[in-house]
């Protein structure tokens, strides 16, 4: 095929397709035409080379069209993640604020723990107990500590997960699904994933079974089963 | 090679050359048609489309006394995209390679 009648059949491919600014495309194909011949290809050589006219426009049409008979949803599809963004930006606030609640908690219940384990008593803020009661409890509370230390983590994790999913999904309406959309869960390795699995299974196993032992102790030491008012807790 | 992997590498190369310098249209396609077996014309749009969402854009230039030849440069939007696109690629791809290469599964 000729250059004249490369360029023609393009120009008519494209034009079917009804695919914009065809000027503009010609010129380049022209400029490639133009160059290769400097380089002494010959025009049939340089057509076979280009690619089929038909396969070419479509091309062009299959990245123009979307775009520009979605401009004015595009317009819309910003103006309503405007809005979303406002009220998820929120939610992700609020979620953040969370962790941080549950990171706080962890480390005051650890430290509960250990002051209880540990007969420290600032400022006589522990009630009366008898010490292996204190111990007992305080086993329980640093291993609450721990489980609410690692719930923070994976929460830390999937929220900011979601959030990446989020974006990526908010992108991908604009960009016409260019990037495969992103898994919700975390992906930690399946190493540390194990590790805060058992690491979880024994916290939670040690604090109830400290809890339990704290309380039946307790209730004996005291002689009854609301030991509490024994011991004068909440007056 | 098959053709669906090309497609989407395409724009990532093509941003890869742009970063490096800024090219006129028949070099970009001379590049990538020497290295990948493409037609040569498969370039063109992609320059379009990458031009259509802001990736890069052309300017005019008459250095050899010729026409004026049409250049593309990435914008910074371009760049942001290239550079993010090419730290997800080079995880993506260790990962793959993994994947293809391991004997035996991690279990879970």
Redesign the interface.
């Known amino acids: 095929m000729k250059k004249i009648d490369y360029l023609k059949t393009l120009q008519k491919e494209l034009n079917n397709n009804h695919v914009a600014?065809i000027d503009e495309?010609l010129?380049?194909?022209d400029?490639?035409f133009n160059?290769k011949i400097a380089d002494g290809y010959s025009e049939e050589e340089?057509a076979a080379?280009?690619?089929k006219p038909e396969?070419?426009a479509a091309?062009?049409a299959?990245?123009?069209t979307p775009?520009?008979y979605r401009r004015g949803n595009k317009i819309l599809a910003a103006l309503g993640f405007g809005f979303l963004d406002l009220f998820i930006g929120i939610f992700f606030i609020l979620a953040y604020v969370w962790v941080i609640g549950m990171g706080v908690f962890s480390i005051t219940a650890i430290l509960t723990g250990f002051s209880l384990g540990l007969n420290f008593n600032p400022g006589h803020l522990v009630p009366f107990m008898p010490w292996q009661s204190a111990v007992l409890f305080g086993i329980s509370i640093l291993f609450l500590g721990f489980l609410a230390a690692l719930g923070t983590i994976y929460l830390y994790f999937y929220i900011r997960q979601l959030g990446k999913a989020f974006v990526q999904w908010q992108k991908n309406t604009f960009?016409g699904n260019m990037y495969p959309p992103l898994s919700t869960n975390p992906l930690l390795s399946?190493k540390a994933?194990r590790f805060l699995r058992s690491a979880a299974q024994i916290s939670l196993l040690v604090f109830g079974i400290a809890l339990i032992a704290a309380y039946i102790f307790s209730a004996i030491h005291a002689g009854n089963l609301e030991f509490w008012h024994v011991w004068h807790w909440f007056v | 090679m098959n053709i669906q992997y090309k497609k989407g590498v395409l724009e990532l190369c093509v941003l890869a050359i742009l970063y490096r310098h800024d090219c006129y249209g028949y070099d970009i396609s001379e590049f990538i048609s020497k290295r990948i077996d493409i037609s040569d014309g498969t370039v063109y749009p992609i320059l379009r489309k990458l031009k259509s969402d802001g990736m890069v854009t052309t300017y005019l230039s008459e250095d050899s006394g010729g026409p004026p030849r049409k250049y593309y440069t990435l914008t910074d939007l371009g760049e942001k995209e290239f550079l993010q696109s090419k730290e997800e690629w080079s995880s993506f791809i260790r990962v793959v390679e993994e994947i293809l290469t391991e004997g035996s599964h991690e279990k879970n």
């Open positions: 600014g495309i010129a380049e194909y400029e490639h160059y340089i080379k280009l690619g396969q070419i091309q062009f299959a990245m123009d775009s520009s960009s399946s994933r």
